[in-house]
């Protein structure tokens, strides 16, 4: 039997903004794959062509790869036990789908959706282009029919507790703008597992590799794993995985009785 379709199945689920799957690779990268065991394993930023891409692990006989049409930027990539119903690479629209930024995964009873949001950039230069995908974004999740998951890095600290200084208001991710979008566009439908279940925890997923941030935990929390409002008494853990290294981002994990 399918574990996707045993109703008793904990679904482990986890995902990483790796900042480049070819410079991650030399990092151990198969070793923490096979550690950490997950059914699903969610990669943002692979920064690769699809012909540059070979992810060898016996754990993951379906993988699924976004790329960019620029090279080394952006992409998105899935790796799954088990294979889905359907795949869809994109959000429906052209003018945001050449970056390779989502892939959606349907199975029986729920879909899951990786992100790689984009930045506002320094300067805040694309803050338009990133309050447009928003709307984009979540017109699209809302879209889907059944209970959706979705995970990845979203670019954006939610609230003061997500960052090291709350007065870093002018910064990308951290802007007035980007988080009513935020919470307007996605999380008036969708659920932070984390912040759900450790309402007042500190904990960040990312560390800007300047200035010994990492070793001084001076960080935000970028990244996400969200859920359908019906999906958020099934969520057993939310968890952020701060002792794995490799990339400026730290891998999170859900836990989910599906």
């Known amino acids: 039997m399918s574990l996707m379709n045993d109703r008793r199945f904990c679904m482990k689920c986890v995902s990483w ?4 799957l070819r410079s991650v690779m030399q990092k151990g990268f198969i070793d923490i794959l096979y550690e950490l065991d997950a059914d699903v394993f969610c990669i943002q930023e692979t920064k690769a ?21 620029r090279k080394g930027y952006s992409g998105t990539m899935v790796l799954c036990k088990e294979e889905p119903l359907s795949v ?26 990786t992100v790689y949001t984009p930045t506002s950039s320094q300067g805040l230069k694309r803050l ?4 447009d995908w928003d709307i984009v974004f ?49 999380l008036d439908s969708f659920i932070d597992a984390y912040r759900y279940l450790y309402p007042n925890k500190v904990q960040y997923t990312w560390w800007s590799y ?17 859920v359908s409002t019906e999906l958020k008494d099934k969520v057993i853990d939310s968890k952020i995985l701060d002792n794995v290294y490799g990339s400026d ?10």
């Open 17 to 20: 903004n790796v900042n480049g």
């Open 138 to 186: 979540g017109n699209y999740v809302n879209s889907l029919d059944k209970p959706v998951m979705i995970c990845g890095d979203l670019n954006v600290a939610n609230e003061p507790i997500d960052i090291i200084n709350p007065m870093f208001t002018n910064y990308a991710g951290f802007t007035p703008e980007e988080r009513q979008s935020f919470k307007d566009n996605v």
């Open 128 to 131: 338009s282009f990133r309050l």
């Open 249 to 258: 981002h730290c891998p999170i994990e859900l836990d989910i009785d599906l």
């Open 210 to 226: 300047s200035g010994g941030a990492r070793w001084k935990n001076y960080g935000w929390r970028l990244d996400y794993w969200l």
């Open 49 to 69: 062509q699809r012909d540059q891409i070979e992810v060898y692990c016996g754990l993951y006989p379906y993988q699924y790869i976004n790329s960019a049409e």
């Open 88 to 113: 869809q690479y994109g959000i429906d629209d052209s003018y945001f789908d050449s970056e390779g930024r989502v892939i959606t995964l349907e199975y029986p009873e729920f879909y899951l959706v």
